[in-house]
């Protein structure tokens, strides 16, 4: 059992900036791929990035080159860096722990205004 607590959501303005942080209750080391997903009312739920024990990352075609994840396993943690945020970025956003069981965070509220 592991608790997924997300962190960094807010307010920000088109074009801004903001960091998600994963903080796990125990060790994510031997959670083989980590990562954030995000969901809006009435849509299901997406893959945003990812990113495997080995490093290899995974991300949103939308996302690609505004978004970077990476992972602090000395500090049980993940980050989602997200730059030159748009409207359409506006979602609940969820963190994802994937091993033998998969584990999911509450969820943190980024709202990106025009």
């Known amino acids: 059992q592991v608790q997924l607590v997300e962190s960094g959501g807010g307010l920000v303005q088109a074009g801004g900036s903001l960091r998600l942080s994963c903080a796990a209750s125990?060790?994510?080391?031997?959670?083989?791929?980590m990562g954030w997903y995000r969901q809006t009312p009435g849509k299901q739920r997406e893959l945003v990035a990812s990113i495997i024990t080995g490093g290899s990352t995974t991300y949103a075609d939308s996302v690609k080159g505004r978004f970077t994840i990476s992972r602090d396993n000395a500090m049980n943690t993940v980050y989602l860096q997200m730059n030159s945020l748009k409207s359409e970025d506006t979602a609940v956003y969820y963190c994802h722990a994937q091993g033998v069981t998969g584990y999911w965070g509450q969820g943190t509220q980024v709202t990106v205004s025009l």
């Open positions: 125990r060790s994510i080391f031997s959670f083989y791929e």
